[in-house]
C-alpha cells in the first residue's frame, strides 16, 4: 500500500504567536514544530501500513525553507521518504492554493505508482481552520472520511468512525480515498534514536510548483481568494479580579456575576 | 451563472430533531441577523436553503421573523444528505440558480466540510470561525479571531462568490419589524458520483442532554480534572445559570463525561459570554478552545494556575465549596 500523509510546519503552539504588519503570521524559525495533529495522521499512517504490509510512507508538505523540519519529524516516526513543495510563489497562499500545490504533488507521486490512501490530521494549530481535508478530496476526486476518531483498512475498502456534535459516525469507501484523523484516533509513537538515525538518511524530495505542474498565479497571494486588511492582537482583559476563598468566596461569585448581569 | 453583489445572502439552515420535528438551532437566528446587515449595503435579499425534509415548512414562520424572502427547500434524490460533500453540491446548485453574493453557515465540523467543498466546486473564497461580517468598498469583509482568541484579523473576500462560516453568539439575534411571508422554491439536486465516493454506513443522533448546546450556549459551567469524577458541582451551578456543561479532555478521556463536551482546539471552539471553569488548569490546548469567551470565570485550587492569568474572576479555592456556594447564592438573589 502506497500512502501519502500531509504533515505542516507551524509556530509552535506553546510559544507566543503573532501576526505580522502583512497580516501574515511571523515565522521567526527556531520555534517552529511538526503541527501536533499531524504526528496523528503520521502515526495513522505507519499502523496502516504495517498492518498492510509491503507498504510505502510517504510525508508530503508544502511549505517554506524550514517547514522540511515537519517532514524530518515524521521520517524520524518512521515515514519512508518525504517531498517538498518549496517555491517563492506559494507565499500567501490561502487554503485552496495549498490544496492546488497539495494536489499536484499526489498526482506527482502516484505517477510512479498509485497511492492508495491520502491521510492528514485533523485541523492545523496555526490557523485552526479544518478546511484543508475536504477541499483536497474534492481536489483529487477521492472518497472523503474526515474526522476518523478511528480508521481500518481491510479488502480494499478503507472504514472510519467520527464523532460529531450532534452524531456517531461510521463510513466506508472503495481505496483510494482521502483520510483525516482526529487525536482520539490513536498515540502517536516518539521517535527512538534508531529512528532519529535512520532519518537522516532518508531522502526529501524538494519540488518547484514547475517539477508538478501548478501555474504560480493559481497559488500564493496572487492566486489567493482572500486578502487580509487589518489585525491587531486583543485588548488585555482589564479590571481582573483574583481571591482566595476565605468562605465566602461562592458568594461574592455569584455576586459578581450578578453586578455584570450574568445571572 | 453570475453572482452579482446584489445577489441574495443565502443563508444554510441548521436544525436539531425536538420531539420527532425538525427545529432550527439558535444560532441560524444571528446568521439571519448577520446576513441582513451584510445584504442590506447592495439592497440583497435574504434567502435560506433547507437540506432536511420538512424543515423548509416547518421553519418558513420564524425565517419570516428575521427578513428572509426565500426558502429554498432542496432534495438530493436517493444521495445521502448528511454526507457533507452532498450538502456541498446542493448548497452550490442554490448559489448558482440565485445567483448568491454570500453563503453563510454556522462554523461547525461537518459546514466547514460543505463549505471547503462547495470553495472547490465554484471558486468561492471560504472564511470559517467568523465572528462578524460586513461589506466594505463592495467586498465582503469578515472578522474573525485567531491565535486562541488573542488576534483579531479581518480579511475581505475577493471572489465574486463569498462562503462565511460564522461562530456561535456572534451578534445578538434580532427580528425584524415587518415580518415576511417567503415563498418556498424547490429544488431536486442531482448530485454527482464525486460526492458519492464514502458511503454513510452508520448515523446515531445523540439524544438531547436538556441543557442548551456547547457550541451555542450563552454560559457554559466547565469542569476538568480537578472534579476527580465527580460533575455534580459543576451541573448544579449550570442548572441555576441555564448554562451548557463542558469539560477538559482529560475528563472525557477519563469517561467522566461524553467526548461532545470536550471543549478545545481538538473538541468544540466556544465563546459563550460567560465561562466558569472548575478544576481546570488552563493548558494551551483547552485554553484555544474557549479563550475568547466574554467573561471568563476560574476556580483551583492552585494559584499558580495559568488559568488564571486570563481569567477576569479567578477564586483560588476548592471547587466543591465554592461551586456549590455561587449556586446558592444565585437561588438566594433571585429570590
Ligand atoms: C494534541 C492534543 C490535543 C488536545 N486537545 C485538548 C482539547 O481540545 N481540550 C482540552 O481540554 N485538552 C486538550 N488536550 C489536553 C491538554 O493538553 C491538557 O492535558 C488538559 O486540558 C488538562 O485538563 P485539566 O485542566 O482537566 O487537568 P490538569 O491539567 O491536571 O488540571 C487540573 C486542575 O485542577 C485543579 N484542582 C484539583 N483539585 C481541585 C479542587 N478540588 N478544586 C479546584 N481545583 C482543583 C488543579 O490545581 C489543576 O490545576 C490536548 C492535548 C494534546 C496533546
Ligand atoms: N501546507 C501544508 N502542507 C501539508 N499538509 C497540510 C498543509 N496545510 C494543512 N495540511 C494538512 O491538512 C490538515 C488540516 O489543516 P487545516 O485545514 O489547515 O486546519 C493538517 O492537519 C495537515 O495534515
Known amino acids: 500500500m502506497k500512502i501519502v500523509v500531509c504533515v505542516k510546519f507551524v509556530p509552535d503552539i506553546q ?26 495522521a503520521v502515526e495513522a499512517a505507519l499502523a496502516l501500513a504495517e498492518a498492510a504490509g509491503d507498504s510505502e510512507v510517504v510525508a508530503l508538505t508544502v511549505g517554506p525553507a524550514g517547514a522540511e523540519d515537519a517532514v524530518r519529524r515524521a521520517l524520524q516516526m518512521g515515514a519512508d521518504r518525504g517531498v517538498q513543495v518549496l517555491d517563492d510563489a506559494l507565499a500567501g497562499s490561502d487554503v485552496f492554493g495549498t490544496v492546488t500545490a497539495l494536489a499536484a504533488a499526489v498526482r506527482r507521486i502516484a505517477a510512479d505508482g498509485p497511492v492508495d490512501l491520502v491521510l492528514t490530521g485533523m485541523a492545523a494549530l496555526d490557523g485552526l481552520t479544518s ?22 483498512v481491510e479488502d480494499g475498502a478503507v472504514r472510519i468512525r467520527r464523532e460529531l456534535d450532534g452524531a456517531s459516525e461510521t463510513l466506508a469507501a472503495p481505496l483510494p480515498a482521502l483520510v483525516s484523523v482526529t487525536d482520539q484516533a490513536n498515540a ?24 508538478v505542474g501548478v501555474d504560480p498565479a493559481a497559488v500564493g497571494a496572487a492566486g489567493a481568494r482572500t486578502r487580509i486588511v487589518g489585525s491587531s492582537p486583543r485588548p488585555p482583559r482589564e479590571d481582573r479580579v483574583l481571591i482566595t476563598d476565605d468562605g465566602t468566596a461562592g458568594t461574592r461569585l455569584a455576586q459578581y456575576l450578578a453586578e455584570r448581569k450574568l445571572v | 451563472m453570475t453572482h452579482p453583489a446584489d445577489g441574495p445572502v443565502v443563508v444554510l439552515l441548521d436544525h436539531h430533531t425536538v420531539d420527532g420535528a425538525p427545529r432550527l438551532r439558535p444560532p441560524v437566528l444571528e446568521l439571519l441577523t448577520l446576513a441582513r446587515g451584510l445584504a442590506r449595503h447592495t439592497g440583497a435579499p435574504v434567502h435560506a ?52 453574493s454570500a453563503v453563510l453557515a454556522t462554523s461547525t465540523f461537518e459546514n466547514k466540510e460543505a463549505a471547503a467543498r462547495l470553495g472547490v466546486l465554484t471558486g468561492a473564497g471560504v472564511v470559517s470561525d467568523a465572528t462578524g461580517v460586513t461589506r466594505e468598498d463592495g467586498e465582503v469583509v469578515v472578522s474573525k479571531t485567531v491565535f486562541a482568541g488573542t488576534w483579531t484579523t479581518r480579511c475581505a473576500i475577493t471572489t465574486p462568490l463569498a462562503v462565511v462560516l460564522v461562530k456561535a453568539n456572534a451578534v445578538p439575534a434580532e427580528p425584524v419589524d415587518a415580518p415576511t411571508e417567503p415563498r418556498t422554491e424547490g429544488h431536486a439536486v442531482t448530485v454527482s458520483a464525486g460526492a458519492r465516493r464514502a458511503t454513510l454506513t452508520g448515523r446515531t443522533e445523540r439524544a438531547a442532554t436538556g441543557r442548551p448546546e456547547l457550541a451555542e450556549a450563552q454560559a457554559v459551567v466547565a469542569g476538568g480534572r480537578g472534579t476527580n469524577g465527580d460533575f455534580s458541582a459543576v451541573e448544579e451551578l449550570a442548572d441555576v445559570l441555564g448554562a451548557a ?41 483547552h485554553r484555544g478552545g474557549m479563550q475568547a469567551s466574554g467573561t471568563i470565570v476560574a476556580v483551583n485550587s492552585d494559584p499558580e494556575s495559568p ?15 465554592v461551586l456549590p456556594q455561587a449556586a446558592a447564592e444565585i437561588r438566594r438573589l433571585r429570590g
Request: hydrophobic share 45%; no cysteine; proline share 4%.
Open chain 2, 49 to 100: 436553503v433547507a437540506l432536511e425534509p420538512g424543515l423548509a415548512a416547518a421553519a418558513a414562520d420564524e425565517v419570516g421573523r428575521y427578513g428572509v424572502t426565500v426558502v429554498h427547500d432542496v432534495t438530493v434524490g436517493d444521495a445521502d444528505r448528511h454526507l457533507t460533500p452532498v450538502a456541498a453540491e446542493a448548497l452550490a446548485a442554490v448559489a448558482s440558480r440565485a445567483g448568491a
Open chain 1, 15 to 40: 510559544a507566543d504567536r503573532r501576526l505580522g504588519q502583512d497580516g501574515r503570521v511571523v515565522r521567526d524559525g527556531g520555534d517552529g514544530t511538526l503541527n501536533e495533529l499531524d504526528e496523528n
Open chain 2, 307 to 321: 488559568i488564571f492569568e486570563i481569567a477576569d474572576f479567578g477564586v483560588v479555592g476548592d471547587l466543591f465549596d
Open chain 2, 245 to 285: 456543561v463542558g469539560a477538559t479532555r482529560v475528563a472525557t478521556d477519563e469517561g467522566w463525561i461524553g467526548h461532545e463536551a470536550q471543549i478545545g482546539q481538538t473538541g468544540v471552539t466556544i465563546s459563550p459570554q460567560l465561562y466558569i471553569g472548575a478544576g481546570i488548569s488552563g493548558a494551551v490546548h
Open chain 1, 131 to 152: 478546511l484543508l481535508p475536504a477541499a483536497l478530496a474534492a481536489e483529487l476526486d477521492l472518497p472523503q472520511l474526515t474526522l476518523a476518531a478511528e480508521v481500518a
Open chain 1, 188 to 211: 502517536p509513537r516518539y521517535p527512538n534514536f534508531k529512528g532519529i538515525m535512520a532519518a537522516r538518511k532518508k531522502p526529501i524530495q524538494v519540488l518547484a510548483l514547475a517539477d
